[in-house]
């Protein structure tokens, strides 16, 4: 099997961890620093950083426009969660608050149950965001004090926590499954389409001449 190819946005932030992370779970990781990078990704992993430099550098290189172009699984990770949501891309139908668990515990670790999971998930937060209003077609998949921090629409995976950080492979496999997904629903679309016999001209074969 064709191991898939996963793009990690690197103009800033902890994007290393991330490709470290799927080359151990065997996904062939590429570092995405142009628009023209995205090309031929089966999915897309924005990290941890600074949203507001994600989103100018992003702008400045033309990124914003590409990945809301691209259409492939994407997997948004704390300031990747918060370009995601519906005040940057606009692409995640959730309203995220910034810093949301305050200054003074900026950073910390919990044990964080996820839906689906026997055991929960260590999860690391730094200087975290939470999810303050999720749109009707959004999963919630973890809390912490009943503020979502782990939620998928669709396509789109995202993590108020740094999953990249820990030896807890789960929420990249999760990820990755979503992406190997999506790749075999288009292969069988092709392979469908291949086998439609062609449709005959409009007429042909019928004997007109009566
Ligand atoms: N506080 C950062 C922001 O608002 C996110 C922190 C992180 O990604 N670890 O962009």
């Known amino acids: 099997m064709k191991p898939l190819r996963i793009g990690v946005l690197a103009v800033q ?12 779970l065997g996904a062939e990781a590429i570092e995405v620093r142009k628009p023209e990078e995205l090309a031929g990704l089966d999915g897309l992993v924005i990290p941890g950083g600074e949203s507001t430099t994600f989103m100018r550098l992003m702008g400045l290189y033309g990124l914003d426009e590409a990945i809301r172009a691209f259409d492939r699984p994407v997997f948004g990770t704390c300031a ?4 995601l949501d519906r005040d940057h891309l606009g692409l995640v139908d959730v309203a995220v608050r910034r810093n949301a668990f305050g ?3 900026a950073s910390f670790e919990a044990d964080v149950p996820v839906a689906g999971e026997e055991r929960p998930v260590r ?8 999810i303050e209003e999720v ?3 959004v999963e919630v998949l ?10 998928r629409e669709g396509r789109f995976l995202v993590a108020a926590f740094h999953p990249e950080l820990t030896e807890d492979t789960r929420l990249h496999e999760l990820f990755l499954e979503s992406v190997r997904e999506a790749s075999s629903v288009d292969s069988a679309e092709l392979d469908q389409r291949a086998k439609v016999p062609a449709l005959p001209a409009p007429g042909a074969g019928v004997n007109v001449r009566a």
């Open 13 to 24: 932030g902890n994007f290393r961890e991330h490709v470290q992370m799927l080359r151990r």
């Open 142 to 151: 973890a809390e912490i004090d009943g503020r979502p921090v782990l939620a």
């Open 103 to 105: 200054r003074q515990v």
């Open 80 to 83: 990747g969660m918060i370009v």
């Open 135 to 137: 749109g009707p077609n």
């Open 123 to 130: 999860a690391v937060f730094i200087r975290a965001p939470w």
